[in-house]
T-cell receptor, first 110, second 119 residues
Framework: ELKVEQNPLFLSMQEGKNYTIYCNYS?????LYWYRQDPGKSLESLFV?????AVKQEGRLMASLDTKARLSTLHITAAVHDLSATYFC??????????FGTGTSLTVIP | GAVVSQHPSWVICKSGTSVKIECRSL??????MFWYRQFPKQSLMLMAT?????????EQGVEKDKFLINHASLTLSTLTVTSAHPEDSSFYIC???????????????FGPGTRLTVL
């Protein structure tokens, strides 16, 4: 069974600070996704990482993938209030089914 | 980009009634659609994989007789919650897989979700 864990589960950080969210998964997967979810809303795609060593950046968010360690990170740089949301990582199996991480609820405070 | 719609956006029903949720891919064909359930403050849990023209594949622990899935066309999948009870109250999200033969890996697009409340 494919398991995906995120750390931390809850995160409160001040504006302007940096932090990293970690995503570990249990079996081999060739794709890793990061999503954002606002309260009461569906998922917004942030990144798709397809290979070992892949790094993608969009604004204040940067995602990386280490397939050997089965680890992905989502790094937040100089956080702003608009980044407050829940962030999920997900991996796919050979059947293209998504398995989501536990989620990280981020609150950015002034 | 590709769009997936769900209908209704939210529904409140009495215990014991059945509720149908539709998932449509609006500008692409989707041979496979997925149904997820999300309880408050929790992650998304895959319920079933819906393939056009064939029976859905359910994840372990999901009752196929309670959650009926029909994927009648390449753009529509429906989830019917039969004899709904308060514990079925949840946020149901579908996704549709679009095949991009000339653009690399398959891509999934998520619907906006349907919030079901069973009284």
């Amino acid at each position: 069974e494919l398991k995906v864990e995120q750390n931390p589960l809850f995160l409160s950080m001040q504006e302007g600070k940096n932090y990293t969210i970690y995503c570990n998964y249990s079996t081999t997967s060739d794709r890793l996704y990061w999503y954002r979810q606002d309260p009461g809303k569906s998922l917004e795609s942030l990144f798709v990482l397809l290979s070992n060593g892949a790094v993608k950046q969009e604004g204040r968010l940067m995602a990386s993938l280490d397939t050997k360690a089965r680890l992905s990170t989502l790094h937040i740089t100089a956080a702003v209030h608009d980044l407050s949301a829940t962030y999920f990582c997900a991996v796919t199996n050979t059947g293209n089914q998504f398995y989501f991480g536990t989620g990280t609820s981020l609150t950015v405070i002034p | 980009g590709a769009v997936v719609s769900q209908h209704p956006s939210w529904v409140i029903c009495k215990s014991g009634t059945s509720v149908k949720i539709e998932c449509r891919s609006l500008d692409f064909q989707a041979t496979t659609m997925f149904w997820y359930r999300q309880f408050p403050k929790q992650s998304l849990m895959l319920m079933a994989t819906s393939n056009e023209g064939s029976k859905a594949t359910y994840e372990q622990g999901v009752e196929k007789d309670k959650f009926l899935i029909n994927h009648a066309s390449l753009t529509l999948s429906t989830l019917t919650v039969t004899s709904a009870h308060p514990e079925d109250s949840s946020f149901y999200i579908c996704s549709a897989r679009a095949l991009h033969r000339d653009r690399g890996p398959d891509t999934q697009y998520f619907g906006p979700g349907t919030r079901l409340t069973v009284l």
